[in-house]
């Protein structure tokens, strides 16, 4: 099972959401980036897991 890596700007187009708003999910731990160094990276994992929880809420 293959567990992609987005970077910012691919989770901003993918979802089309603003950086302002991936900032927010940040904070209310909606979807949280892994932290490389000074740079957040999504799984795939962790986008899939946000939609469905949001679509179930």
Known sequence: MENR???VDE???L???SR???????RNGILK???IGRRN???KSDIE???EEGSSG
């Open 41 to 43: 990276y999504y799984l």
């Open 11 to 13: 989770v901003r187009l």
């Open 20 to 26: 302002g708003t991936l900032n927010n999910w940040d």
């Open 49 to 51: 897991r946000a939609l």
């Open 5 to 7: 890596i987005y970077t």
């Open 15 to 17: 979802l089309k959401v």
């Open 33 to 35: 980036p892994k932290r």
